[in-house]
């Protein structure tokens, strides 16, 4: 699988962001999928996940009830809608694409990885 991440940007405290994550493969729809972020300070942590089906959903209790993903298989994408942006949601976001078909946190199950779409939001 191959994955191209896009939608990153400046946005002021508050905003919104929608990222987007293109994939190539025949395995995209038996894969579960994830969005993780990174900081110069930080290792890369995670943020959100979704199962191949879409079905299930898990979220960092940081972004919980501001970040939405969701997946459209036909068209094999994978989505993360954010709102109610804040500075400490700065960072470098990555798609990437589970091992297996159920949802997982772990970075180290993930076994493809996008080139990153950088997200900024000003205080």
């Known amino acids: 699988v191959q994955l191209q991440a896009s939608g990153g940007g400046l946005v002021q405290t508050g905003g919104s962001l929608r990222l987007s994550c293109a994939a190539s493969g025949h395995t995209f729809s038996r894969s579960s999928m994830g969005w993780f972020r990174q900081t110069p300070r930080n290792e890369r942590e995670f943020v959100a996940a979704i199962s191949w089906t879409g079905d299930s959903t898990a979220y960092a209790d940081s972004v919980k009830g501001r970040f939405t993903i969701s997946r459209d298989n036909a068209k094999k994408l994978v989505n993360l809608q954010m709102d109610s942006l804040e500075p400490e949601d700065t960072a470098l976001y990555y798609c990437?694409?589970?091992?297996?078909?159920?949802?997982?946190?772990?970075?180290?199950?993930?076994?493809?990885w996008g080139q990153g779409t950088q997200v900024t939001v000003s205080s």
């Open positions: 990437a694409a589970g091992r297996y078909r159920s949802i997982s946190t772990i970075r180290d199950l993930y076994d493809f």
